[in-house]
Structures are given as structure tokens and as C-alpha cells.
């Protein structure tokens, strides 16, 4: 029986050369644009990584190697980041959110999804508690 080998997906999200703070300037509304910014230094300062702009619209720091379990396809992905969507704020952990169970009951309101922690804005949560799963992430190979 042969061994399958795993192939790099391609990925229709990729890093860009595009600048990060001109994508960020651009967000409306204002406040949108202010948790952004919270967001952009406390990634930045966990990760100690400057931000990329992904397929100009997701700001990620760092790239990590991903393996589906489902597939056994590989894809490059940003290590951790965030997208300012229509409705919420995205942010990626790069890790199953399920991992910060603990948190997440004492983060605030909040909606999940595999690997994406949906907020509405930063007034809402504990930044405390977000600093801790952001680092927590980055912990993880």
C-alpha cells in the first residue's frame, strides 16, 4: 500500500505587499477602525511580528503550515489575525477556538466558529481575557 503524500493547497488567501495601514485607515465606521488598531498592537506585541495584509482584507502576523485532518492538504496560513467584516470583527487563532474554552466563558459576548472568534466590538469582551488567548495561540506549534 502506497503512502499518500500530502499536497500544498492553493490557498485563495494569500499575503500581499499591500500596505496594512492603508487598508486599516480606510475602514468604516470609526469605531471599527479604533478596535482595529487595538487589535493590530496587541497582535503585534504578543507575536513580536509586523502585520501582512492577506488578500487585502485580513491582517495576519507570522505563517504557519497547516495539515487538514479531513484531506491531508496543506496550506499556508497567517499564525494569528483578524478581518474587519460588514457585521464583525473576525479573528484567527490558527488553533481550534474550542481550545480557549475557559476563556471564551469569560471573554463577553462573542460568537465561534472553528477556528474564528466572531466579536461585534471590543467594548463588548475583556481585553484582558482576548491578550490571553491571543498569547496562548502564539504558544502553539
Given at each position: 500500500?502506497?503512502d499518500?503524500?500530502?499536497?500544498?493547497?492553493?490557498?485563495?488567501?494569500?499575503?500581499?505587499?499591500a500596505?496594512?495601514?492603508d487598508f486599516?485607515?480606510g475602514?468604516?465606521?470609526v469605531?471599527?477602525?479604533?478596535?482595529?488598531?487595538?487589535l493590530?498592537?496587541?497582535?503585534?506585541?504578543?507575536s513580536?511580528e509586523?502585520?501582512?495584509?492577506w488578500?487585502?482584507?485580513f491582517?495576519?502576523?507570522g505563517?504557519?503550515r497547516?495539515?487538514?485532518?479531513?484531506?491531508?492538504?496543506?496550506?499556508?496560513?497567517?499564525?494569528?489575525g483578524?478581518?474587519?467584516?460588514?457585521?464583525?470583527?473576525?479573528?484567527y487563532?490558527?488553533?481550534?477556538v474550542?481550545?480557549h474554552?475557559?476563556?471564551?466563558?469569560?471573554?463577553?459576548k462573542?460568537?465561534?466558529a472553528?477556528a474564528?472568534l466572531?466579536i461585534?466590538?471590543?467594548?463588548?469582551?475583556?481585553?484582558k481575557?482576548?491578550?490571553g488567548m491571543?498569547?496562548?495561540?502564539?504558544q502553539?506549534?
Open positions: 500500500m502506497t499518500k503524500k500530502s499536497k500544498l493547497a492553493d490557498n485563495k488567501i494569500k499575503p500581499t505587499k500596505s496594512v495601514a486599516l485607515n475602514i468604516t465606521p469605531q471599527k477602525r479604533a478596535d482595529c488598531l487595538v493590530l498592537e496587541m497582535m503585534k506585541q504578543a513580536q509586523e502585520p501582512v495584509l488578500s487585502n482584507s491582517v495576519g502576523f505563517m504557519k497547516h495539515k487538514s485532518t479531513a484531506t491531508g492538504r496543506e496550506s499556508d496560513w497567517m499564525r494569528i483578524f478581518a474587519p467584516r460588514k457585521a464583525d470583527l473576525s479573528l487563532f490558527g488553533t481550534p474550542s481550545e474554552a475557559a476563556a471564551l466563558e469569560k471573554l463577553g462573542h460568537r465561534v472553528v474564528c466572531y461585534k466590538k471590543l467594548a463588548d469582551i475583556d481585553l481575557v482576548l491578550q491571543i498569547e496562548a495561540a502564539l502553539r506549534k
